[in-house]
């Protein structure tokens, strides 16, 4: 499993810190140690020449072992030079261990091999010892000491406590830094990663904030480039798309319009309305603006293999003519599938005959199961077909169509898509685009006398 940079760094620098640390405290611990040991050996030192001085004082060993009481030491040994032995124990145990376990032979054994050495460790059944021993520079005599070793340890346990609660502390605040580094470390990289990131996943306008460390500042100057390029292309090759799509679009609808000339600027006019009501919606769908328009504009392309003369039939249609023209939604929304870039807006050119009742076609969906795409052209595709002038009956007014749709929701049309509609058209903009429309109807009759 791949370590991110900034736990790489985090494990790097706490392990960097824990290493001095604990040879910190390891040191530290061992010169307390040697410092104790240093202070029982002074004290003991001292201890065995003051018995020396009162031992030269005194005229008989008898009284001076009488006058001697409360000794500092765990066990006190004087040894004569004539080998004889006089035992002062803080407390009777000592004594016992020594005499049941015959210690002292060994114990002299000891003292006359050490060679002069004022420090020896002696082992006893009772435990490791230290032994101190003093020579009398006026009488010969030895004088011994004996310290546990366990003493010494007992003492240092308090120091041990305050080590180790010292070392946790010390090694929390070590990686309390060591995270905030990492931290300051990972940043500019974690701000490059997210940048890639979005990027990947198609914004092109994402750029990064240089940070002051120069190799990183120099990459993201690097990444801002490109990204800028990678817009600059992007956007490039989205308008050409978008000419293209446009082109074919247009390409498809001119071609209905050329066959079928009572339904010249239809398309037109239906996407306009389309975008009204899309507008004035509460709830926009899962779709663009734009796949609306689309949609819109190709919503009749398959009327293109209607044959002319149903298509172009002035008079009613019989039933197998019907049946034919109907045809057109399936056939058109056939034809956007094939098209990769227009596929998904396919649905809205085969449901825009669809009935809120079901009672459409080409699949008789009903309610929500008909795309909202396909609900929003239905009523602009039937307020166009009202207002526009056929063959076989004169267009209806504004007010009279939308009195029309109005009359029409919850049977034919989406009532929330009727309830968007009379919202457009009592702002007006229904009426703004029909004076659209006869102007440029205008314009292209002067043109085309011109």
């Known amino acids: 499993m791949l370590m991110k940079v900034k ?10 810190c824990l290493v001095p640390i ?8 061992h010169a307390a140690e040697e410092a104790l040991f240093e202070q029982y050996a002074a004290n003991i030192t001292e201890h065995l020449q003051q018995l020396d001085d009162r031992q030269t004082t005194l005229e008989a060993f008898g009284e001076w072992s009488r006058q001697v009481d ?22 009777t145990s000592t004594l016992k261990w020594i005499i049941r376990d015959q210690d002292y032979a060994s114990l002299l054994q000891l003292v006359h091999e050490s060679g002069g050495k004022e420090v020896l460790l002696y082992s006893t059944s009772a435990g490791d010892m230290y032994l101190f021993s003093h020579i009398s520079p006026y009488t010969g005599s030895t004088y011994v000491e004996l310290l546990p070793v366990k003493e010494i340890e007992n003492d240092l346990d308090p120091l041990k406590e305050v080590l180790f609660i010292v070392t946790i502390l010390v090694i929390l605040f070590a990686a309390i830094v060591a995270h905030q580094v990492a931290r ?5 990289i974690r701000s ?3 940048a890639t990131e979005a990027l990947q996943q198609g914004d092109f306008t994402i750029r990064v904030e240089k940070h002051g460390m120069a190799e990183i500042a120099h990459l993201e100057d690097k990444f801002n480039q490109m990204a800028s390029q990678l817009q600059v292309l992007i956007q490039r ?16 609808y001119l071609a209905v319009e050329m066959k079928d000339p009572y339904t010249a600027g239809h398309s037109e006019r239906v996407t306009e309305y389309a975008l009204i009501i899309y507008d004035h919606l509460i709830e926009k769908g899962d779709f663009s603006r734009d796949d609306l328009r689309f949609a819109g504009l190709m919503h009749d392309i398959g009327k293109v293999a209607i044959p002319d003369r149903v298509l172009l039939k002035e008079g009613k249609l019989t039933d197998e003519e019907y049946e034919l023209i109907k045809l057109h939604a399936s056939i058109g929304a056939n034809i956007v599938n094939q098209i990769e870039s227009l596929s998904h807006v396919s649905p809205g050119v085969r449901h825009h005959h669809e009935r809120w009742d079901g009672r459409g076609y ?17 009523v602009a595709d039937t307020f166009d077909a009202m207002t526009s002038t056929r063959s076989y009956r004169q267009a209806m007014t504004l007010e009279e169509a939308h009195a029309e749709i109005l009359r029409c929701s919850g049977t034919q049309f989406d009532p929330a898509i009727v309830y968007a509609f009379h919202r457009a058209f009592s702002s007006g903009a229904c009426h703004v685009h029909m004076q659209r429309v006869h102007q440029r109807k205008g314009e292209e009759a002067v043109a085309a006398r011109g």
């Open 7 to 16: 736990d790489r760094i985090f494990v790097a620098l706490l392990f960097l």
């Open 184 to 188: 300051w470390f990972d940043r500019p």
């Open 362 to 378: 080409p699949d008789g969906l009903s309610g929500e199961r008909i795309p909202l795409m396909g609900r929003i052209l239905a």
């Open 192 to 194: 490059l990663i997210e």
């Open 237 to 252: 090759e989205r308008k050409y798309m978008q000419a293209g799509l446009e082109q074919i679009v247009r390409s498809f």
């Open 70 to 91: 409360n000794p500092v030491s765990p066990t006190l040994v004087m040894i004569f030079s004539k080998e004889k032995v006089l035992l002062y124990p803080r407390n």
């Open 22 to 29: 604990l040879l910190v405290s390891l040191v530290n611990y």
